[in-house]
Nanobody
């Protein structure tokens, strides 16, 4: 089993920044792909970014490229999402996810490929 606990959400004005953290515990060696997803009310879940645990390969959604950065501190078993230049449309519940399959282009944003999920942390961006 793998446990994921997100933190760092909050309310900011447009143009501001937040850093989300995801503490990973349990059988972390099995988590080959780590990702952040988000879901806004009334909208489908959206893959935001993913990072291969061993490969370091990174993927971003087009909507966040150049503004968000995914990173991982393996010593601390923590996944991060640095979010800059936030926009009101970034408002959503953000979830950390871990999968036992490698991150793949074209598939990294398929939530069905992830085995473990955190409880989510709310991000609200006001205009």
């Amino acid at each position: 089993q793998v446990q994921l606990v997100e933190s760092g959400g909050g309310s900011v004005q447009a143009g501001g920044s937040l850093r989300l953290s995801c503490a990973v515990s349990g059988y972390t060696y099995s988590t080959l792909c780590m990702a952040w997803f988000r879901q806004a009310p009334g909208k489908e879940r959206e893959g935001v970014a993913a990072r291969g645990r061993g490969t370091g390969i990174i993927y971003y959604a087009d909507s966040v490229k150049g503004r968000f950065t995914i990173s991982q501190d393996t010593a601390k078993n923590t996944l991060y999402l640095q979010m800059n230049s936030l926009k009101p449309e970034d408002t959503a519940m953000y979830y950390c996810a871990a999968g036992t399959q490698f991150c793949r282009a074209g598939y990294w944003n398929d939530g069905g490929r992830y085995n473990y999920w955190g409880q989510g942390t709310q991000v609200t961006v006001s205009s």
